[in-house]
């Protein structure tokens, strides 16, 4: 009954809380971008003041200051902590988010102003529509809903906001670990509202992300750039080094070729395969998406466990190569090619490094050229996976077979989210990522959007989550 209640009253409400979203929305809090960072502060403090307004109690931990590449300084943002609830027979919820968006602008492509949220046929399009705000304030009326009705919340919240997760969550490792006997150590599970559904219609609960191991492969040999038509042919030159190692490093289908990578990852159990079986996913679709005509592979759970599941090797691209429009005849003096692997459990960074500096080192030494080579390991984070069949997934499946009248998938993620693993580790308790927003949001993209269905439904489903944390 209590449900029933609740996603009335947010049915009733819903012109009110996406005015809300409108106003954080229209707050441009890009952290990359040292002209907008008072945006991030000001956005920090709205949400605080949103906060203050349901009880609960707020303070800004003081973040340091950061050293930008240009030599400047600039004063980071603070980290938000917030406490709803000190019931000491009630256990108590972690919930994190993030306040700070991607860079933006109307000439990168967008269809409306980026910084305005703009409804049409049914979307919300805006920066920070779905990553994150949406999700953030989406908390922020369930617990406002429940407080209206005077329905008791189940449980103690903790709220951890930040304002730098689009530039490498700088500062937040540190302050939650400063934290973590005061702030965190009655934590007992920690909920994430930071990704996106596999489809567009069925909800999901996501168990696992992949890590990242990025790298450069540096190449030079003459003193500067050169002249093709006067040096060409009598030099070794560094980029056809370079396009001859990268071409090395996957076959056609994208199977990585690297020695020893393979045996790192953990094998597949049966239980783990049986999601795959369970998972709605349209191949098809997909291809349509994405615009391509074929996959490397196009059987449902290959596909998915390739983007999930599995390893993979991509290159980004080529620092020092002629990159822009026309003809340039220059052979370039040095190049760095820069490749990652999304790494899986049980793949550990350092491992992954010493595989992967061992096998470049080994293709250089059979390619010959006396050009200068340097394998350069550059940042890594590990990758995370929880127990799906744990109570707080349960009682999570629960509360969105309420509002969705299905049984969500459980999946995992390609991308990285490290704060998850940080959570894991700090408080030994269970994470889960409970998503609201559709695969079609375009996050970082040109014309993000969230779809009023998601943002109401889920607004709903974060309020039957907290009922259902009763019954674990």
């Not at 805006?126 to 994150?132: K, L, T």
């Not at 040999?221 to 396009?243: C, F, R, W």
């Not at 079986?277 to 349509?288: G, M, R």
Request: charged residues 25%; contains cysteine.
């Amino acid at each position: 009954m209590a449900y029933e209640l609740i996603a009335s009253e947010i049915d009733k409400n819903k012109t009110r809380f996406i005015e809300r979203l409108r106003e954080a929305v229209e707050i441009p809090s890009v952290s990359a971008e040292a002209a907008y960072r008072n945006e991030v502060f000001r956005m920090t403090d709205w949400t605080q003041a949103n906060m203050e307004k349901l009880g609960i109690k707020c303070r800004q931990i003081e973040n340091g200051i950061e050293d930008r590449p240009d030599g400047s300084k600039l004063r980071l943002p603070p980290i938000l902590f917030g406490h709803l609830g000190e019931d000491k027979s009630k256990k108590t919820l972690l919930v994190y988010g993030h306040l700070d968006v991607q860079p933006a602008d109307i000439h990168d492509g967008w269809n409306t102003e980026p910084f305005k949220l703009i409804e049409i046929d049914g979307k919300l399009f805006g920066r920070g529509s779905s990553d994150d705000k949406g999700p953030v304030i989406a908390w922020l009326n369930a617990i406002e809903t429940m407080q209206a009705l005077n329905i008791e919340i189940p449980v103690n919240i903790k709220f951890v906001f930040e304002g730098m997760e689009e530039s490498g969550s700088t500062g937040l490792d540190e302050i939650l670990e400063q934290h973590k006997e005061e702030f965190l150590a009655d934590v007992d599970w920690t909920c994430i509202s930071d990704n996106y559904w596999l489809g567009k219609e069925k909800p999901c609960l996501t168990y696992g992300l992949r890590g990242l191991c990025y790298y450069a492969v540096e190449i030079s040999a003459p003193k500067q750039d050169l002249h093709s038509g006067v040096y060409g042919g009598t030099i070794y030159e560094p980029m056809n080094d370079l396009v001859w190692i990268l071409s090395r490093l996957t076959d056609l289908k994208g199977n990585i070729l690297v020695d020893g990578i393979n045996e790192l990852v953990a094998p597949l159990t049966e239980d783990e395969l049986k999601l795959y079986d369970q998972i709605e996913f349209d191949v098809e679709a997909y291809k349509q998406d994405v615009g391509v005509k074929t996959l490397t592979v196009d059987d449902k759970k290959k596909v998915l466990m390739n983007r999930w599941r599995y390893p993979t090797l991509s290159i980004h691209g080529i620092e020092g190569a002629f990159h822009g429009p026309g003809a340039k005849t220059v052979i370039p003096a040095k190049v760095v090619g820069k490749l990652s692997i999304r790494i899986v459990p049980n793949m550990e960074p350092e491992q992954t490094d010493a595989l992967v500096v061992a096998f470049l080192n080994k293709l250089w030494k059979e390619r010959g050229s006396p050009n200068k080579f340097r394998a350069i390991p550059f940042h890594s984070g590990r990758p995370w996976v929880a127990d799906f069949n744990h109570p707080h997934y349960q009682a999570g499946a629960r509360a969105l077979e309420k509002v969705y009248g299905v049984k969500p998938d459980f999946t995992r993620e390609g991308g990285s989210i490290p704060v998850t693993l940080t959570f894991q580790n700090l408080t030994g308790k269970s994470v889960m990522l409970l998503p609201i927003g559709a695969c079609d949001d375009m996050a970082h993209s040109q014309n993000e959007k969230i779809n009023v269905f998601n943002y109401i439904e889920g607004t709903k489903a974060l309020a039957a989550y907290l009922l259902e944390l009763a019954h674990i």
